[in-house]
């Protein structure tokens, strides 16, 4: 069975930075693609951020230049390092290997 357990998110101010974790267990592929999601309230779940193997990354337009994901086999973990963050980045972020997610962590940029 696989699962993904994510951390690192929190209360930030507009202009700082979190890095949010998924730590991986059970059998997947080094080359499965990996996918940050979020969510805020009343909206869809939206794509943020995608790393394909070998070494293919994809954002979503409002993130692109402030957010970067990564990841670390050899930790089971991925990454996404959030930047410049804006208030509208406020969501709950969710960790995806297809077909399994992650139970989210709260990210809240506020003043």
């Known amino acids: 069975q696989v699962q993904l357990v994510e951390s690192g998110g929190g209360l930030v101010q507009p202009g700082g930075s979190l890095r949010l974790s998924c730590v991986v267990s059970?059998?997947?592929?080094?080359?499965?693609?990996m996918d940050w999601y979020r969510q805020a309230p009343g909206n869809q779940r939206e794509l943020v951020a995608s790393?394909?193997?070998?070494?293919?990354?994809h954002y979503a337009d409002s993130v692109k230049g402030r957010f970067t994901i990564s990841r670390d086999n050899a930790k089971n973990t991925v990454y996404l390092q959030m930047n410049r963050l804006k208030p509208e980045d406020t969501a709950v972020y969710y960790c995806?290997?297809?077909?399994?997610w992650g139970q989210g962590t709260q990210v809240t940029v506020a003043s």
């Open positions: 995806k290997t297809e077909p399994y």
């Open positions: 059970g059998r997947i592929s080094s080359t499965s693609t």
């Open positions: 790393l394909t193997a070998p070494v293919g990354t």
